[in-house]
């Protein structure tokens, strides 16, 4: 599940959704991946065939890149929110080196 912290549901916009994405990256030959935390309208991700709705606190607040879905959705994540120069950051207490764990097939 994915919960919201409060300064995080309150940064997020009225019509946004988080998204974790999932960015492809080469590593010999294991297909590996970084996962990103980003804020998008929540018109732009809810019909695109490669993202989904994951269990969220709020309900509906998240949404989740398929390849990164089997790794996210047995895990309780939960998402702040930073401030730089006034900009909302989103961030997850995912390790630093989540998706090449996955990718090696260690989850912890």
Do not use: K
């Amino acid at each position: 599940m994915i919960r919201l912290s409060p300064s995080a549901r309150e940064a997020l916009g009225r019509d946004q959704v988080l998204v974790f994405d999932w960015h492809r990256l080469a590593i010999c030959c294991a297909a590996a991946g970084e996962v990103q935390l980003r804020r998008a309208p929540v018109s732009s991700v809810e019909h695109r065939r490669n993202y989904r709705p994951i269990t969220s606190d709020p309900p509906g607040s998240a949404y989740v890149h398929n390849l990164a879905f089997p790794h996210l959705a047995s895990r309780d994540i939960v998402v702040d929110v930073r401030r730089r120069l006034g900009v909302p950051h989103f961030t997850a207490d995912l390790p630093d080196d989540f998706g090449l764990r996955v990718s090696l097939g260690r989850q912890t």
